[in-house]
């Protein structure tokens, strides 16, 4: 998604299908929000072609209540928009994590998130500095690179290896977890959306199935990620197949689809910012605050969504019980009524309340090692590259629910005498 600034072209949202995922790839969503704070800050999309109408919120205090509120606003019939009809039943309702509502929510989430804590995860900051180098090096030869490409990986190795996952799988996971947000990109499409979504979670949850099976036939106990959710107790039982696998696909969705993306931004930024680049290299207390610009900047996660489980007043409109509601976080993060200057990419920016991670219970659990992850990413970019430039047009990713990038030409000088370590990496 192309991430504009003002002064914006007049928008005629009304002939804006916020379903379409080519919009987000080549139209201008960030225009198209701030229409929609300013003139409908609660906002009724009626498709009128079948599709069920939803809600959109777009100002950040909106965003931010409905999201805080699992009482008003449920996660139980599922969380995003897509082409799947929305008043289908959601198969993974009260199964899969993000699709539950507090107290089962708590029971599912608490003994993951004890392993991914900030403290936790601080464990893996030498692992991450391999797979950064191993991503890298390849550009280090001053040729054009296609950092969107290489990025990829980046979550795929980290959360592959907390998760025990077997390596050769993962180029192929990475592969399918994006095709299940890009189902209309040409490059990820297999023609139908619907079919290309079906076929990516069929074969994502053979390999989890798999994985789950081989464990228990060898009587495999492990205490990486997965070992955690076959052995924790939801209301005094043990995870089924079926939830063990919808669980496992929740952790690398929720990893694979936005970290590749706030990396590519954090590049793109760099070469757009070079005297950023530079303060941050001279000053190490500057780039935790840049990461965290970044993050707000990229909002790689686009929308959420939630049903009103009952009737609520906002903005002079009446959201009904039962009605989705979509709250748009790429929005929020850029509404001037909470950030000044929202527009400018400012890596000093100080009290940065973005919500690139959401807010409320399902905050998202992967913060602390995906910040982590970027700090790394930034701290060894910085020890290499002299400098970063583009090298050509990016290619944003057609997708309503990810604001990427697809393809992201960039020329990396590296840094004389930069210290680089033979190692493993992403496979
Ligand atoms: C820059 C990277 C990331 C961004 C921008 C991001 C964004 C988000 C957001 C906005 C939510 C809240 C969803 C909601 O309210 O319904 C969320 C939840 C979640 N994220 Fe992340 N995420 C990132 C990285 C990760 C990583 C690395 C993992 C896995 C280790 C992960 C796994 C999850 C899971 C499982 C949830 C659901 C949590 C729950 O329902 O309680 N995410 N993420």
């Given at each position: 998604m192309r991430l504009s600034r003002p002064?914006?072209?007049?928008?005629?949202?009304?002939?804006?299908?916020?379903?379409?995922?080519a919009y987000y790839a080549t139209g201008d969503p960030h225009a198209l929000w701030a229409h929609l704070r300013q003139n409908e800050p609660a906002y009724y999309c009626d498709?009128?072609?079948?599709r069920e109408p939803f809600w959109v919120l777009t100002r950040y205090e909106d965003v931010a209540r409905v999201l805080r509120d699992h009482r008003t606003f449920s996660s139980r019939r599922g969380t995003m928009l897509c082409i799947i009809d929305l008043s289908m039943p959601d198969f993974a309702s009260d199964e899969m994590m993000p699709d539950t509502d507090p107290p089962r929510h708590r029971q599912l989430r608490e003994p993951v998130s004890r392993a991914l804590t900030p403290r936790a995860v601080a464990s893996q900051e030498d692992a991450l500095r391999r797979i950064v180098h191993e991503l890298l090096r390849p550009a280090l030869d001053g040729e054009v690179f296609d950092l969107a490409q290489a990025a990829l990986m980046f979550p795929m190795a980290f959360t592959g290896t907390l998760m025990g996952l077997p390596r050769e799988h993962w180029r192929r996971m990475a592969e399918l977890t994006t095709m299940t947000i890009a189902y209309d990109d040409p490059d990820y499409s297999l023609g139908d959306p619907k079919q290309t979504i079906r076929l990516a979670h069929h074969e994502l949850f053979d390999l989890f199935r798999a994985e789950a099976r081989d464990r228990l036939a060898t009587n495999r106990e492990a205490d990486d990620l997965i070992g955690i959710l076959r052995s924790m107790n939801v209301d005094g039982e043990r995870l089924t197949e079926q939830q063990l696998i919808l669980n496992c696909y929740a952790l690398l969705l929720g990893a694979n689809v936005t970290t590749p993306h706030a990396t590519s931004t954090l590049v793109m930024a760099m070469a757009e910012h070079p005297e950023q680049f530079e303060a941050a290299r001279k000053d190490p207390e500057l780039r935790r605050p840049l990461v965290q610009e970044t993050l707000r900047w990229a909002s790689p996660a686009s929308h959420f969504m939630r049903y009103a489980v009952r009737d609520v007043q906002l903005h002079s409109r009446t959201l009904r019980a039962g009605e989705p509601v979509s709250v748009w976080l790429g929005s929020a993060n850029r509404d001037e009524r909470v950030f000044e200057r929202p527009y400018e990419f400012d890596?000093?920016?100080?009290?940065?309340?973005?919500l690139a991670f959401g807010v409320?219970?399902?905050?998202?659990?992967g913060a602390g090692l995906a910040t982590l992850g970027l700090e790394v990413f930034l701290d060894e970019l910085l020890n290499l590259v002299e400098r970063v430039e583009p090298a050509g047009e990016p290619v944003h990713l057609a997708s309503n629910f990810v604001a990427g990038y697809k393809h992201l030409p960039v020329r990396l000088t590296p840094r004389a005498g930069a210290r680089r370590r033979p190692m493993a990496g992403p496979a």
């Open positions: 002064p914006f072209a007049p928008v005629e949202f009304k002939d804006v299908d916020l379903l379409d995922s498709p009128a072609d079948g890596g000093t920016r100080t009290g940065n309340r973005h409320g219970p399902h905050y998202c659990i």
